[in-house]
């Protein structure tokens, strides 16, 4: 991963790399908040760039909730 200070802007073609980057290791099941945290980046930052670069994101964990009959 690229050399990145935390809160620094990161714009053009270190932008598209980082998106490049956080979309193959999200496809291959990598968390959000895992690569928030590999990255030192938010976890808004690492949603909004994958959003950005066209990512499926997959739905929350955990149980779900059954209406009580």
């Given at each position: 991963?690229?050399?990145?200070?935390?809160?620094?802007?990161?714009?053009?073609?270190?932008?598209?790399?980082?998106?490049?980057?956080?979309?193959?290791?999200?496809?291959?099941?990598?968390?959000?908040?895992?690569?928030?945290?590999s990255?030192?980046?938010?976890?808004?930052?690492?949603h909004?760039?994958?959003?950005?670069?066209?990512?499926?994101?997959?739905?929350?964990?955990?149980?779900?909730?059954?209406?009580?009959?």
């Amino acid at each position: 991963m690229a050399d990145l200070k935390k809160g620094a802007r990161i714009t053009g073609a270190a932008r598209d790399k980082l998106a490049t980057d956080l979309k193959k290791k999200y496809e291959k099941g990598a968390s959000i908040r895992a690569l928030a945290e590999s990255t030192g980046r938010s976890y808004g930052f690492v949603h909004r760039v994958l959003s950005e670069s066209g990512v499926q994101l997959r739905g929350r964990g955990g149980a779900t909730r059954t209406k009580k009959k």
